[in-house]
């Protein structure tokens, strides 16, 4: 039944998500962020741990984002210009890291054994 829900709605999911990517893509560059950048370390502790796995570079330039980020948005302002044709929202630095994590996560539970990065929550 699921199969020919899916069949009947596609047509309508893929009408209505081309143009939201494209606003989403739009606002994320104009404030010169990634989709990646969006991820949260501190709600999810399988980002916190493909963050650290990452080369120190990636991260100085995801905070250096971050930081313009805030910024621009403080000031009510936006990148022009040149900046702004620059930017590429939709470049992933973090997608394949996090999905290894969440596939070592999967095989873990698989096998019963704890994540070694799982945070204590009191």
């Keep these: ?7 009947l709605f596609k047509p309508l999911v893929d009408a209505i998500s081309r143009p939201y ?3 989403v893509n739009k606002t994320l560059a104009s404030y010169g962020l990634r989709y990646d950048d969006l991820y949260d370390p501190l709600k999810d502790e399988d980002v916190a741990e493909a963050l650290r796995r990452l080369p120190p570079d990636v991260i100085m330039q995801r905070n250096a984002r ?3 980020a805030i910024d ?5 302002d936006h990148l ?3 900046l702004l044709a620059q930017q590429t929202p ?5 997608q394949e890291t996090l ?6 996560r999967r095989e873990r539970a698989q096998l019963g054994a704890p994540a070694p990065y799982t945070r204590i929550h009191y």
């Design 99 to 104: 999905e290894e994590v969440r596939q070592e």
């Design 90 to 94: 939709d470049k992933c630095y973090l």
């Design 80 to 82: 022009h210009g040149e």
């Design 66 to 68: 971050l930081r313009r």
């Design 21 to 23: 990517a494209a606003r």
């Design 72 to 76: 621009l948005d403080l000031k009510h």
């Design 1 to 7: 039944m699921s199969a020919l829900v899916k069949q």
